[in-house]
């Protein structure tokens, strides 16, 4: 069994920031990649922004330059600074998990971002 517990989302105001981050715990080995994704009411879910195991990143185009993604391997978390927020940010931010080499793929509950303009 595979958890993932994130927290850190809640409301700001457009230009501000917020920092998400998941813990990842249970029967997890050889994580492949950790990131996050995001969901706006009537949209798709939309990758945000991903880092593999090696170290190396990958960002849409509508976060790069404000978005870091971040990870602690030995704790198995995974955190999301969000700086010069926009009210398009505003979703349900999930974290995700693969790993076992992509074999194994697990989700938080989700957190909500709420962007004021």
């Known amino acids: 069994q595979v958890q993932l517990a994130e927290s850190g989302g809640g409301l700001v105001q457009a230009g501000g920031s917020l920092r998400l981050s998941c813990a990842a715990s249970?029967?997890?080995?050889?994580?492949?990649?950790m990131g996050w994704y995001r969901q706006a009411p009537g949209n798709q879910r939309e990758l945000v922004a991903l880092i593999f195991s090696g170290g190396s990143t990958v960002y849409a185009d509508s976060v790069k330059g404000r978005f870091t993604i971040s990870r602690d391997s030995a704790k198995n978390t995974v955190s999301l600074s969000m700086n010069s927020l926009k009210p398009e940010d505003t979703a349900v931010y999930y974290c995700n998990v693969m790993f076992g080499s992509f074999s194994r793929n697990y989700w938080g509950q989700g957190t909500q971002v709420t962007v004021s303009s």
């Open positions: 249970g029967s997890i080995f050889s994580i492949d990649r």
